[in-house]
Each structure stands twice: as structure tokens, then as C-alpha cells.
């Protein structure tokens, strides 16, 4: 069970560092310059969550790794996101549909973790993230409907987006022995739990712009046993290379 | 003695200002979550962060230890999570303080999810008072902020988010 834990946290750690690390790349490239300052700023919110999460993780593995073990010493084969945080940001209308879906996902996560009292640690960081993931749905669902009910260009952009993204969503809902374990502790409920609900609303959001949720029904999976998209081993390059060149290196 | 030591920690605690709000404290924001003597002595301070990304966290911890350590030998800085830092804790005084400044306080509670959302609420002009005011982005010059303008007097201004 201990072992278990420590992947949970791991995989929620992993899904904030690795959509930080990509929304980062926005920073100075924003559409506008009030949109690349909302990007930066979630990306630091995400990072902020990553930081306590790995630590959390790094703590219950019990091996002695911290936040930075974690963050820059894993292969890409031991990160344990799901794909859909490390898909590439594509044009504006992509990182946003990307984030809505990611963040109706993060919201109802958040509050299971918030409420429950098994494991205190977790959810007093999830009671802090939850406020932050509220305000960020709250952005990203904007976007979403003011570019699908946009322009004949905006529209037809992001529902492009949304086709390409969507058969990456199934994966955040899908349970394994590790979840179910997490879940018979009582920590979080099975991944399938939250379907209806984030389903629900992103319908809603999606009627409101306008937009066509895609009927596919195809499946693209893997991250959290660690099969990625090759989209993660470049990332990981660039995010890690300082590290693994100097080891410790502060500055 | 004993009560001596953290009294002193926190009357110096008192007088560590935000670095990105620097007409404040530490304390006025409710970032410090109390301070007390461990078994071996220690004086150790509770510090919950505003935002979990807040940059200004590890700035707040090095000015702690600099304005601590020629008086106290012995302390310890802990990240405290929960319970989650909210602006309810910021005071009357420290509002007022923010208006001054030019900021706009945060409006209402916590509680409500539509302050929280910056959902349909007022947020008056800290130059003119005007509540004639726009949200110009949810996301400002720092995590914990907005960015508005007012229709009346025309100037862009930061709103302290309700959180």
C-alpha cells in the first residue's frame, strides 16, 4: 500500500510539472501581452503544486529523493503523467482546449482530494491547488467559449484542437491496481467516479461555444505506466539538461 | 525566558515587509501561522505561502533569517499547507493600506465562489473610488492579482484576487 501511495501522488506531481514545464514555454511568446502573463502565471501555480507533490512523493518513497531527485534525475520512462499534459502547445486555440479539458479534470480531483481525512499531508496541498485549478477553469472555459463562438476562423481552429485532444482525455479516467488501491484506502475515488461529472461540464462549455464534442471513442493511453508520447523525452531534454550537466548547480 | 524569545521573534516578524507588496508585512498578510518553542528549543515559525507557486516565498524566507539571525540563534522556518492560506486573513488596516497604495483589496469572502471567480462584483477604482471599473485579465503583475481599469478615470490598476 505504501508503494502504491507513493505512485498516486507521483502521477497527480507529475500531470502539474510536466503541463507547468509546457505552459512555460509560452512565457514571452503569449498571443497578447495580458494572455502571456495569465500563462506564466498558471504555469507557476502548476509548478507550485508539482513542488509540493514531489516532495510529498519523494517522502513517502522514503529513498531519500526530493523534489529535484524527482523532477531531474527520472527518465522519461518514469514519469508517470498523463499524455495529454505533454502534447506540445500547438497554436493558442490548442494549449487552451488542452488546458480546459485538463482543468474540469484537475477541479473535480482536487475536491476529492480536499475532503477526504485519510491522508492529511495530501489533502491539505490539494485544499491550496483547488482554489488555484478553480480560477484557472474559470480562465481556460472562457477562452474556449470566446474562440469557438469567435470568428469562422477561431471556430473552425479550436474545434480542430478539440478533435485532435480528445481521444487523450479517456486516459484520465481510467483505473489500475494502483488507483484502486488508493481507492479501497479511501484517499480517492476510482478515476471512472469523475467521468459523468467532467463529462457533463465540458459538454456545457463546449454548447456554450458552440463547438461539436467529438464522438470518438478511440483511446490513447499509457502515460501513467510510463509509455509516453516521444513529445516528453524532448521536453524532459530541455527541462533537465542543466542538472544532469552540473549536478546541484544553483544559481 | 522562554516567552522572551518568541515574543522578540515575533515582534521582529512584525517588521519583515512583503517584497512584492512592500508597504505590508508578513504578519498583516496572515502569512505567519504562529510561532513556538520546540522540544530542543527552537524557535519555530509557521509560514504558509499565498499562492503554492509564489516566487516570493523563497525571498520572504531569506529576509526571516537576515532580520532574525543577529538576535536569535536558534530557529526554523516550516512550510505549513493547510489550513490554506485566504485573503479573509488580511486585515481592515492592511486593505486600507492597499487602496493607498493604489491596489484595489480584495472584495468579500472566500466563501463566495463568485468573488472567488471574479464573477460579477464590483471592484472600485483605488484613484477615483469609481465602481465604474473593468477586468482587463484575471491574471496580473503577480499570481495573487488582476488587472483592471476604470471606464471613469481611465487608469489601469492591480485588484488584490479574493482567494
Redesign the interface.
Known amino acids: 500500500m505504501a508503494d502504491q501511495q507513493h505512485e498516486w501522488i507521483l502521477r497527480l506531481g507529475d500531470d502539474a510539472l510536466v503541463l507547468a514545464q509546457r505552459l512555460s514555454e509560452w512565457c514571452s511568446h503569449g498571443p497578447a501581452l495580458e494572455e502571456d502573463i495569465a500563462l506564466s502565471n498558471i504555469a507557476l501555480d502548476l509548478l507550485g503544486q508539482a513542488r509540493a507533490l514531489l516532495t510529498l512523493a519523494g517522502q513517502r518513497e522514503g529513498q531519500g529523493r526530493d523534489e529535484d531527485a524527482l523532477a531531474y534525475f527520472r527518465t522519461d520512462r518514469e514519469f508517470r503523467n498523463a499524455l495529454l499534459v505533454e502534447l506540445p502547445n500547438g497554436h493558442f486555440g490548442d494549449t487552451i482546449v488542452r488546458q480546459m479539458l485538463f482543468d474540469q479534470f484537475a477541479v473535480l480531483r482536487y475536491e476529492a482530494l480536499a475532503s477526504q481525512t485519510v491522508d492529511l499531508e495530501l489533502a491539505a496541498i490539494a485544499a491550496k491547488a483547488l482554489k488555484e485549478v478553480r480560477y484557472h477553469a474559470a480562465h481556460s472555459a472562457q477562452w474556449v467559449v470566446r474562440l469557438g463562438d469567435g470568428t469562422e476562423e477561431s471556430h473552425q481552429r479550436v474545434q480542430e484542437s478539440l478533435n485532435v485532444l480528445w481521444p487523450y482525455t479517456a486516459e484520465l479516467f481510467e483505473d489500475d491496481a494502483v488507483s484502486q488501491a488508493c481507492a479501497e484506502a479511501g484517499v480517492l475515488p476510482l478515476n471512472g467516479s469523475f467521468t459523468a461529472r467532467w463529462t457533463e461540464q465540458v459538454r456545457a462549455i463546449l454548447d456554450e461555444a458552440t463547438l461539436t464534442c467529438p464522438e470518438s471513442t478511440a483511446l490513447l493511453t499509457g502515460g501513467r505506466s510510463g509509455k509516453h508520447t516521444e513529445h516528453l523525452s524532448y521536453m524532459l531534454a530541455e527541462m533537465q539538461v542543466i542538472q544532469r550537466t552540473y549536478p546541484g548547480a544553483e544559481w | 525566558m522562554v516567552n522572551d524569545r518568541v515574543a522578540q521573534v515575533e515582534r521582529i516578524l512584525d517588521g519583515v515587509m512583503d517584497p512584492e507588496l512592500p508597504f505590508l508585512t508578513i504578519t498583516e498578510l496572515g502569512m505567519i501561522q504562529g510561532c513556538d518553542l520546540d522540544k530542543d528549543g527552537t524557535v519555530v515559525i509557521k509560514l504558509t505561502?499565498t499562492?503554492?507557486?509564489?516566487?516570493a516565498t523563497d525571498a520572504i524566507q531569506d529576509d526571516i533569517k537576515s532580520a532574525l539571525q543577529p538576535v536569535e540563534p536558534r530557529f526554523r522556518i516550516d512550510i505549513?499547507?493547510?489550513?490554506?492560506?485566504t485573503t479573509d486573513w488580511i486585515s481592515p488596516e492592511a486593505r486600507e493600506k492597499m487602496r493607498l497604495n493604489g491596489i484595489a483589496p480584495p472584495e468579500g469572502t472566500?466563501a463566495d465562489?463568485a468573488f472567488?471567480?471574479?464573477?460579477s462584483h464590483t471592484v472600485p477604482c483605488p484613484r477615483c473610488a469609481s465602481e465604474d471599473t473593468r477586468l482587463?485579465?484575471?491574471?496580473?503583475?503577480?499570481?495573487c492579482k488582476a488587472?483592471y481599469q476604470c471606464n471613469a478615470c481611465a487608469e489601469p490598476f492591480d485588484h488584490f484576487?479574493c482567494?
Open positions: 505561502p499562492y503554492s507557486g509564489c516566487p505549513v499547507h493547510a489550513p490554506a492560506w472566500s465562489k472567488l471567480l471574479g464573477k482587463v485579465s484575471p491574471f496580473g503583475s503577480t499570481a488587472h484576487k482567494f
